[in-house]
């Protein structure tokens, strides 16, 4: 019995009925943020004066005051050692797609034996990390190890919990030490900042006082669990996140029982613990469900300020692998882990407001009408222009499987608004009447412009930037990928598209609202050619989408081609989100992840092959010839047949295969990365037919329909 087939009879042996969490109904409320160093722990630990100031920079945007730091530095760590603290880690997001944390105890020596518990000012503001082993892109050289930190007030602390104790855990941005952007978190907050100002200067044009901007988020987060015994004997799995073979069965997602359906106790038992830890954490898990495939599921949170947000999805990320393993699961954030079935996305909800109030929800007035039409434009006009820098934010080698397949967005971008919002740019294009509750002429900022629709269409699950009533939903970004590279990409050119309203406003002589409805009416004859309501996966769609000119970046070499074009780089440039250095090494980085990940596919792979299937294709197909020659010297007339045929197939798939293997050698010595993929695929072809044929019993790998079913 191969290790396969323990691994089905291990699971088949657990307790049938999953015991249910044992944590009491109300636990949730009381524990919400307990371990999040929020409002109420701000208030209690600081003094009065210190507390204000700090709240004002969280809640207000208003600038840090640095006179305050050893003040909050005591009171973070007072808090930090009453919930059994013994740690504190600047916590960052380098450029690898995920998180970094350098613990350092609270203790300081004051003598032979002696010590205290202590953390200044100087530690919470900034620190020092070893850069020279993460991805820079050229920024800096190997030999330039150093790296900075410094501390983002308006992400709060955190107390990160482990087997053994806890670690305070306070959110920073990561520079080199020419303060070029290292990480995910400072080109961010540099978008919010540019978003901001730019929302602010258009906003005035329609006499709103200043204000507070909040650009919000919510992440919805997908996944796939298996079973960890099964895990661990896919070496592809292990190492690349994704199964580089494995043959479709049957029976997967057509009869799309699993989306909604019941949640096994086993699986519920998991999501409750995420559930406990993550709301501890303050992080507002709302939703939780089974997906479309079998073994995916979604977890979805209710919207955040959107830095505070990106930081929760990290944390989202990290609590979902951490419980699986917990609970003897593996939980898999590759964007395609299984071929043939629904691919694992991260839906990204943004919406905008200004003094409280969300700008993408239609108003209650004409004036906030007017206000909900100009900022859908000037969105609409973003993505229209600036198609190709949102794609290339979505790049990498897990989203090329997965954009355009099974329930993924194509990579071509298109907005969908649905059949009323489309009438409406229908109207004010034309300047004709638009029938809703009446046949209204409809007229910008005045009396007559009635009431706006509110979620009234249904959703285009194949469009991969949809409006859905009070927020965008992009559904293009890969369930792996870090949310602030998405982000930071829509906040600028959209703070660029609001900068080209009011431009045009302010040189526009005479009534601000005839102004604004002929502005509005050219905006929509130069941009719809982005508004798509239709099917985004047809070829009819690819067509249509080339003959508008809107751009097709299929695959990642071409996705991230637009981040080296002069203009895209003075883009973000001018709005100081990433400097010309930046961006290139963003596209650097982006080259040499997708190379080196397509590498290790592919020796993976081969490994696999030659040193797995390789030996119990050519067993089988050894004891088959001896059967057949025994048969023939014994006479035997009955089932000759039957072996000779299944001979002859297993004879040619070893064949192929060696052929195969050897073409992926030959590609791997090369660096050809395109012959890399193309070979890996041509192997993979070979190997999941042979799969159909082997026995069963001595197939060496798990297979989809024990991984996806068995749990």
């Known amino acids: 019995m191969n290790n396969r087939i323990h691994a089905i009879n291990a699971i088949a042996e657990r307790t049938l009925e999953v015991p249910l969490a044992t944590l009491p109904p109300d636990t949730s409320i009381k524990t919400y943020g307990e371990d999040v160093f929020g409002e109420k722990e701000i208030r209690s630990f600081l003094p009065k004066s210190a507390a204000a100031k700090l709240l004002a920079t969280i809640n207000e945007g208003k600038p840090l005051d640095a006179s305050i730091s050893a003040d909050v530095a005591h009171a973070m760590k007072e808090w930090a050692l009453s919930k059994g603290a013994t740690h504190f880690t600047h916590w960052f997001q380098p450029l690898t797609g995920g998180t970094a944390e350098k613990h350092n105890s609270f203790i300081e020596p004051t003598g032979p034996a002696r010590a205290i518990q202590a953390f200044s000012g100087k530690n919470l503001i900034g620190g020092e990390a070893d850069a020279s082993s993460f991805p820079s892109g050229g920024l800096r050289s190997t030999f330039e190890a150093r790296g900075y930190t410094a501390w983002d007030p308006t992400s709060p602390a955190f107390i990160k919990r482990h087997a053994n104790g806890a670690t305070l855990c306070i959110p920073t941005a990561f520079c080199a030490h020419t303060g070029e952007a290292l990480d995910s978190k400072t080109p961010l907050l540099r978008s919010i900042q540019a978003l901001t100002k730019s929302l602010k200067r258009l906003m005035a044009h329609f006499g709103q006082r200043d204000a507070h901007v909040s650009v919000t988020l919510g992440a919805e987060q997908e996944y796939f669990l298996i079973d960890r015994g099964f895990y661990l004997q896919r070496p592809d799995l292990l190492q690349t996140g994704r199964t580089v073979f494995g043959a479709a069965p049957a029976k997967h997602q057509q009869l799309d029982d699993h989306y909604y359906g019941a949640i096994r106790p086993r699986i519920l038992k998991f999501m409750t613990e995420v559930e406990a830890q993550l709301w501890k954490l303050g992080i507002p898990a709302k939703t939780r469900h089974n997906e479309v495939a079998p073994a995916q599921f979604e977890l979805a949170p209710i919207f955040e ?107 071509i971008l298109s907005i969908f608004l649905g059949d009323e919002l489309n009438a409406v740019m229908k109207a004010i294009e034309t300047g004709t009447s638009w029938a809703s509750r009446g046949r209204t002429r409809l007229k910008i900022g005045v009396d007559t412009l009635p009431p706006l629709p509110r979620d009234t269409t249904d959703r285009n699950r194949t469009s991969p930037f949809a409006f859905t009533g009070n927020k965008f939903e992009f559904r293009a970004p890969g369930s792996s990928q870090n949310c602030a590279q998405n982000q930071m990409v829509l906040n600028t050119i959209v703070a660029e598209s609001l900068d080209a309203l009011s431009d045009k406003l302010d040189a526009m002589p005479g009534e601000f609202n005839t102004n604004l409805q002929k502005l509005l009416q050219r905006l929509i004859r130069a941009h719809k050619r982005v508004l798509f309501a239709g099917d985004g996966y047809s070829s009819a769609w690819q067509k249509e989408a080339e003959s508008r000119g809107l751009p097709n970046l299929p695959d990642t070499l071409r996705a991230i081609a637009p981040l080296k074009v002069p203009s ?34 592919c020796g993976v792979a081969l490994e696999i092959a030659r040193s797995m299937i390789r030996p119990v294709v050519a067993d089988e197909f050894s004891k088959l010839a001896t059967a057949i020659s025994i048969a023939k010297k014994d006479g035997l007339k009955v089932g000759v047949t039957g072996l000779r045929a299944l001979s002859l197939k297993l004879g040619a798939g070893l064949d192929d295969l060696h052929v195969k293997c050897e073409r992926l050698d030959k590609s791997i010595a090369k660096n050809d990365t395109a012959a890399q993929r193309m070979a890996l695929d041509d192997l993979r072809r070979t190997v999941d037919a042979l799969e159909y044929l082997v026995d069963d019993s001595r197939w060496p790998l798990p297979k989809y329909r024990e991984m996806l079913f068995v749990s």
């Open 568 to 601: 895209n780089q003075a883009l973000f440039e001018k709005y100081g989100v990433l400097t010309r250095n930046e961006m290139d090494s963003r596209y650097e980085i982006a080259l040499e992840d997708y190379e080196r990940r397509i590498r290790i596919e």
């Open 305 to 411: 300020d959107l830095n505070l947000a990106v930081d929760h999805n990290m944390l989202i990320m990290e609590v979902l692998q951490r419980t699986a393993e917990r609970n003897g699961l593996v939980c898999l954030l590759h964007e395609k882990p299984f071929a043939g079935v629904n691919g694992s996305g991260k839906h990204c909800n943004w919406s905008i407001a200004y003094n409280g109030r969300n700008l993408l929800e239609p108003g209650a007035n004409p004036k906030e009408n007017a206000i909900f039409l100009t900022v859908l434009l000037a969105v609409i006009r973003a993505i229209d222009l600036h198609a190709d820098l949102l794609r290339a934010s979505t790049a990498g080698a897990g989203n090329d499987h997965r954009l355009g397949a099974n329930e993924a967005p194509p990579a």
